[in-house]
């Protein structure tokens, strides 16, 4: 079935850490998005990418980095300048950037201890 | 620039009952819009979309969304309410980029 699997689910990062948030798409979409979301905010969108090699920064994205190697993944990296980085960290793809529909991974929850 | 205000934070209904989601919108441009809806600590589902075709939209589980540009809402609604409608719900317009709004509950009484 295609879809969206980020991984891993629940991850715990000790302060002055980097850690990375897979996302991986079979869905042959162009367009894939990270977004982080607290509660009562909404998604704000960190990082995007349209084509491989090539990707945007969002509304948030100081402390983060990601890389587009390949058309089906899109890693996000939570550096240690992220400065309040718990939050639940969602994937998404969609055929081209915005206007289409977008699809949504399951979510990765990031709490830093 | 475009906005989009969900303008309840929650809304608790009993089952059975009608549900009205309300959203307004703001665009420079001719507006895709979406209603997603997140169950707890799962991604979002779309639920239905309006890409400038009929006015009133059917998405599914028998929610449907009526685009009325005069007003700039966007409101989804449902005839009768069920206990597993319960969830966070999203609106989200596209204009130029993607901007979600910032949810609305909704809690479901039995």
């Known amino acids: 079935d295609g879809g969206i699997t980020q991984s891993p689910k629940y991850l715990f990062r000790k302060e002055g850490q980097n850690v990375t948030l897979s996302c991986e798409q079979n869905?042959?979409?162009?367009?894939m998005y990270w977004y982080r979301q607290d509660p009562g905010q909404g998604l704000r969108l960190i990082y995007y990418s349209q084509i491989v090699n090539d990707f945007q920064k969002g509304d948030i994205a100081e402390g983060y980095s990601v890389s587009r190697e390949k058309k089906e993944s899109f890693p996000l990296t939570v550096t240690s300048a992220q400065k309040n980085p718990t939050a639940f960290y969602l994937c998404?793809?969609?055929?081209?950037?915005?206007?289409?529909?977008?699809?949504f991974g399951e979510g990765s929850w990031l709490t830093v201890v | 620039a475009q906005s989009v205000t969900q303008l309840d934070s929650h809304v608790s209904v009993s089952e059975g009952t009608p549900v009205l989601l309300r959203c307004n919108y703001s665009s420079s441009y001719s507006p895709s819009l979406f209603w997603y809806v997140q169950h707890p600590n799962k991604g979002l589902q779309l639920l239905l979309k309006y890409t400038s075709a009929a006015t009133l939209v059917k998405g599914i589980n028998g929610f449907e969304a009526e685009f009325k540009k005069s007003e700039t809402s966007f409101h989804l609604t449902k005839p009768s309410a069920h206990m597993s409608d319960a969830a966070e719900y999203f609106c989200?317009?596209?204009?130029?980029?993607?901007?979600f709004g910032a949810g609305t509950i909704l809690r479901v009484k039995s």
């Open positions: 998404a793809s969609s055929g081209f950037l915005g206007g289409n529909t977008i699809y």
């Open positions: 869905l042959n979409h162009d367009a």
């Open positions: 989200v317009v596209y204009g130029n980029k993607l901007v």
